[in-house]
Structure formats: C-alpha cells, structure tokens
C-alpha cells in the first residue's frame, strides 16, 4: 500500500548534507583565495598603475555607436621641429623684458593676432613659452613664412606628420574606432594624402597641388630661453593658409553632409578664419551659421576650439556658432579668453600661466558658458535662446579634464572623460599600449591631495588613485572631474588635444529624446 503522507525533509544542516557542504566549501574557497590574492595585488599598485586600473573599470563602450562621422574642414602637413633651434637658425633676437615678474621668471607680453617678421615671430613665440601655454598665430607675410619652412626643413630634428584638427580628428577615429567611418572634407595635398590614414574617406573635389603647411615649434619644459624658462612642454604653431578656411572648402564640408547624412558631424578650423579680412571672415561666419542650422537637429555637430588671439572675433564665433552645435571641445587657453573677452568669471586668468588654471575656476567659467550659450528649455519658443543646441561641454588641459553636460541627450559622459585621460600622457610619451602598467613610471599625477572642484557648492575633493572620478550636480548641469596621468618627457604636444576630444566623443552617446520639440 502507498502511503498518502510525504516522508519529513532531511533539515539543511543535518549530518546527511556534510557532503553538500563540503562541496560548497571546495567550490568557494577557490574564489575567495583568488579575491584576497586580486585585492593584495591592486593594493601593491602604484598610484599611476592603480589610476589606470580605475579608469578601465569605468570605460564602457556606448550602447549606440556612431556609424558615420563627417569632419571638416582644417587639414595641412605639420612640419614639428625644435623651437628654440629655429629661431637660432633664423637669427631671431629675444630680448629679455622683466617688467612682469612671477616668482623669478620673466613674462614677456608680446602676444599680437598675427605676425608680420621674424622678430615678431620670436617675440610671440617667448611669450607663450615663458608660460608653458599652446598657442598659434598667422603668419601675415609669405615670403617670411616660406623662410621659415625652409630653415625648418634644414633641421636634423625635422619631422612631417599629418596635421590640422580635422585631419587629426578623422585620423584618431580611422585608428581607434574602426566602427566609424571618417569622411575628410578639407584641403588635401599630395603628402598630407599619403599621411593619412588609409581607412579615411575623402573626396576629390577638396585635392590641393601643394600642401598646406603649419611650422610646430617644440619645447620642453625648463628649456631656456634667453632669460625665459619654460615651465611647461608645449608648442606653438604659425602658418600662412590658403585654402582650410576658404569658401569652397566649407561649401563641400556641408554639401557632404548632405549627401552622406552621417550620425555625428565634427567642425574645425574656425579659428583659421580669424586671419582674413574683418569682412571676409564675418561673412563666412554668417554662411557657417546659416549651414549649421539646416543640418538635422538629430545629428550631433561638436565644434573643436583652437588658439585665437583676436577678441572681437571670438566674440563674434561665441555669438554666432557655438550656441548652434550640441558639443564643444576646448583648452584653458581657449576657454579663458572666452571667459576674458565675453565677460565671464575670472577674467584675469587670461593668457594662462603654465599651462594650469585651479579646477574650481574653470568650472565657474563652464558654468557660466553652458549657462549663457547652453541649451535652456525654460526659454521657450520666442527667447533669445531659442534653438540653442549646446549642451556638452569636453575641457582638457595638462593635469586635469572636466566633462559638463546638461539635458538628456549625451550619455556614457564619465566612460568618455575616463578614455580621454587614459590616452593623453600615453600619447604625449608616445606609449601604445595602455594598459602597460611597466612603463606607469614614464607617467605621473600632477594633483593635490585634496583641492576644491566648485566654490558656490563648496565641494571638494580628495585625491583616491582607486576610485578618481568625481561627479556632482549644480542646477541643472552635471559635472564630472577627473586627474591626468601627465608624461614625464613628452615625445609630442601637437595632436594630443584632438585625440583626446574625440575619444571622449566616441565613447559618449547622443540620442534625441525630445526630437518632436520645437523651439
């Protein structure tokens, strides 16, 4: 007879499961052994090792990948040579000038928006090197600045690498993104042709006969200079451009937009536009306006900044163009001459010195940009900011970047910032692999231990090697900080902010959310 009652269940932690438990305890004690053994290792991290570490962690490949970049529409030969040894082979003078004193360096103040001689050249060039700072200037005269290149070219230290933020731009994602195709629409030469990587699509209608050339002078921090000392390696960049900032050029920038209707569209070489003619370049201005708004509201446009020394006409781009695209890449020399010239915080930051502005500084002039450009949906339909499109913001500079965002349509913003930092003292030290923690003693962190991120929230911040992103909100704006690992002895300068921008773009996502909004 079968019985209608269920036999009682053995109780879990009777002698009858001693196998079982057994079995769980061999299976664990594996884990834990390989977690203790994980933990003891990343605790004998270096500081630069561990950074790296944190950084992998938050890295994350966006869910939505650009298929389609169009960039445009800057591209030249950079001719990178040492700039002191130039200016000796030009016979170039540097006459010491102390009236400014910080500490005991020398600051010269002979900055100028374009240069007419050599000696001009000279005086410029100390006085971005005295500060460590970026900077690039036209050269007004041709026949000066093909005496330039040809004392250039007769350096034993003189290299041809590709150059220009767009061709820079489209080349990082040829060799970093493979998923994305880069058109190049810009000014393409016979060297800069075969420069390039062989994955770029570019068009005929944009081939030049001769390259356009920009002359790198190079230096490394604490080279001397007549009674300067550099306190910072960088570089500075003069040129003479015919056709990046022509209006044939920008024609078939947009043209193929058009025709090619990618995801993401990247704009530069605005800056270049500086050096013509009042007229001129105010007229391009309203052409680049006019084409900006027409492209599809769904499309990304991200506008990369580079030098410029003319106020009234960074007023001019500040007002026109940068409310217009939906992201912005800028440096501290680029952002503080913003600020100085537009009324922002801390005017008196401008020019910059070494290189460096205190973090909580420029996120009050951030803030201030994204707050007066920046999209704001309380404007409504009729505001004056109606059909602002700005809403990301991408900083860089030596030792620290700050990503700042509002709305929703970027995303992935920290994983951006985080593969931006990677890269920037890799690429400076010429490093390929970066997850080689052996060469970490190439790298450094350039940070306090603690430091203040922004005075009005009064957050601050404390430097953890394993955990170095900070994120915090102020309004509606969100702002993400991270410190650089900086190279020790940089290899490059030019190039190293293009890459960093647009790594930073690649990771980030955009999606339109509100795309039925009118504004």
């Known amino acids: 007879m079968i019985s209608d009652t269920w036999a009682a269940p053995i109780p879990l932690l009777s002698s009858h499961h001693r196998y079982l438990h057994l079995a769980i305890l061999f299976a664990a004690l594996p884990y834990f052994y390989s977690h203790y053994n994980e933990q003891r290792r990343i605790a004998s991290f270096s500081v630069e090792q561990a950074l790296v570490v944190a950084w992998d962690k938050v890295i994350t490949q966006p869910t939505v990948v650009f298929r389609k970049a169009v960039v445009?529409?800057?591209?030249?030969?950079?001719?990178?040579?040492?700039?002191?040894?130039?200016?000796?082979?030009?016979?170039?003078?540097?006459?010491?000038?102390?009236?400014n004193l910080s500490g005991n360096l020398c600051k010269p103040d002979s900055d100028r928006e374009s240069l007419g001689s050599v000696q001009e050249l000279s005086e410029a060039f100390a006085h971005f090197f005295a500060r460590g700072a970026a900077a690039e200037r036209f050269m007004d005269d041709e026949d000066t600045f093909q005496k330039v290149i040809k004392h250039a070219e007769s350096s034993p230290k003189a290299q041809y690498h590709i150059g220009g933020n767009a061709a820079l731009m489209a080349e990082r994602i040829a060799s970093a993104f493979p998923r994305t195709e880069a058109y190049l629409v810009g000014p393409i030469g016979p060297r800069s042709n075969a420069l390039l990587h062989p994955s770029i699509k570019r068009t005929n209608s944009t081939r030049i006969?001769?390259?356009?050339?920009?002359?790198?002078?190079?230096?490394?921090?604490?080279?001397?200079?007549?009674?300067?000392?550099?306190?910072?390696?960088?570089?500075?960049i003069t040129s003479h451009d015919k056709f990046s900032g022509s209006t044939v050029v920008i024609e078939m920038f947009f043209k193929a937009i058009s025709?090619?209707?990618?995801?993401?569209?990247?704009l530069t070489g605005v800056h270049l536009l500086e050096f013509q003619q009042k007229e001129m370049r105010l007229e391009?201005?309203?052409?680049?306006?006019?084409?900006?708004l027409q492209v599809d509201s769904k499309i990304p446009i991200h506008l990369e900044l580079g030098s410029m020394g003319d106020a009234a006409y960074i007023k001019e781009?500040?007002?026109?163009?940068?409310p217009h695209v939906d992201s912005l890449g800028l440096n501290e020399q680029e952002l503080a001459f913003i600020s100085h010239v537009a009324g922002g915080p801390y005017t008196n930051e401008y020019p910059?010195?070494?290189g460096t502005v205190h973090v909580h500084k420029v996120v009050e002039m951030l803030h201030w940009l994204l707050r007066t450009y920046g999209r704001d949906r309380s404007?409504?339909?009729?505001?004056?900011?109606?059909?602002?499109?700005?809403?990301?913001?991408?900083?860089?500079?030596?030792?620290?970047?700050?990503?700042?965002s509002v709305g929703t349509d970027w995303s992935n913003l920290a994983a951006g910032l985080a593969a931006g930092a990677r890269l920037a003292g890799r690429m400076a030290c010429s490093l390929t692999d970066h997850r080689g923690v052996d060469q970490s003693d190439l790298l450094e962190v350039r940070t306090a231990h603690t430091l203040l991120l922004d005075k009005h929230m009064d957050k601050k911040y404390t430097f953890e090697p394993h955990n170095p992103i900070a994120s915090w909100m102020r309004d509606d704006l969100?702002?993400?900080?991270?410190?650089?690992?900086?190279?020790?002895?940089?290899?490059?300068?030019?190039?190293?902010?293009?890459?960093?921008?647009?790594t930073g773009l690649l990771f980030s996502q955009f999606y339109k959310f509100d795309s039925n909004i009118h504004w």
Do not use: W
């Open 209 to 236: 006969v001769k390259d356009e050339v920009h002359v790198i002078m190079e230096y490394k921090q604490g080279e001397i200079l007549a009674e300067y000392v550099a306190p910072a390696s960088s570089r500075f």
């Open 379 to 404: 404007s409504g339909a009729e505001g004056k900011k109606a059909g602002y499109r700005l809403q990301r913001i991408h900083f860089h500079c030596l030792t620290y970047h700050v990503v700042v």
């Open 72 to 99: 445009g529409f800057n591209c030249n030969v950079d001719l990178i040579v040492p700039g002191t040894q130039i200016l000796e082979y030009l016979n170039a003078t540097v006459e010491a000038n102390c009236a």
């Open 478 to 502: 969100v702002f993400i900080y991270t410190p650089v690992l900086v190279c020790k002895l940089p290899s490059k300068t030019v190039g190293v902010d293009d890459a960093i921008s647009t």
């Open 284 to 292: 391009k201005l309203r052409m680049l306006k006019r084409n900006v």
């Open 259 to 266: 025709q090619i209707k990618p995801d993401l569209v990247i």
């Open 352 to 354: 910059v010195q070494a």
């Open 317 to 322: 781009v500040l007002e026109r163009i940068i």
